[in-house]
């Protein structure tokens, strides 16, 4: 236990208040695709219960699925719908394909999604991956993601590959791009006509060369009618914040 702790009550409390806040969270998850997950990989649960209690979900696009994890949350708290997960990286889809091998209704597209229709160099670097290059402050915090290698991946327009696809649109669409968010949106108006939730990962400073940033985000998206709706439950106010998830929710023009 931190000693600062025993001298501030108010600190103990909310510690407190966490600890037993943690313990409900991983109780809903027992015994469901989920359960294998940490707190951390839970961001997104409330979220999903704000979604479910508002409209019924059919299709869910997973943008920067990695190996699976948010994937496995939203089969857990969504069990009826189809999650449609994109990932480039070879070694990220078979980990992917091993994890939600007996989770049913699961697609995994071996594709990237960008602002182009081609192939685009991925710098590898852990789970910071990036069609951008990573900035200190990522290798800073997380001294084992830094850059290993570049790869060629196969990229494509969300809209088109959907088009092509002959895919269904989503309610949901949940990014994790490793600040590539704004180009893969830019690139998807006909899926944002369609889609009513984005779960994001917005960054307040630069962690990846060249990212667009929380304010930039906030734009674009006000432009699409899509408005910052919930924040995570574990943001610990009057801290500086550097990234964050944050839900978006659409609000039809009057």
Known sequence: ????LLYNPILLIQRLGEFFFDKKRLRKVKGTPAASLSLNQLDSLEFLQIIMEEIEVNTIYDLGANVGTWSLLAKTMVPKAAIHAFEPIKEYQEKFLANTRKVDNVRLHKIGIGN????MSMHIAGHSSSFLEIT???TNIFP???KTGEVFTPVRRLDDYVHENNLP??????L???GYELEVLKNASECLKRCQ?????VSFSERHKGQALFHEIISFLGKNNFYAYAFPCNMHVGQPITVTDILFKKQEEL
């Not at 236990?1 to 600062?4: D, F, G, P, Q, S």
């Not at 939730?197 to 990962?201: G, M, Q």
């Open 136 to 138: 200190e402050a990522i």
């Open 144 to 146: 084992n993601e830094r």
């Open 1 to 4: 236990m931190r000693t600062e």
């Open 176 to 178: 994790d791009v490793e």
């Open 197 to 201: 939730y984005l779960i994001l990962e």
């Open 169 to 174: 649109y989503p309610q949901l669409m949940k």
């Open 116 to 119: 182009m229709n081609g192939e």
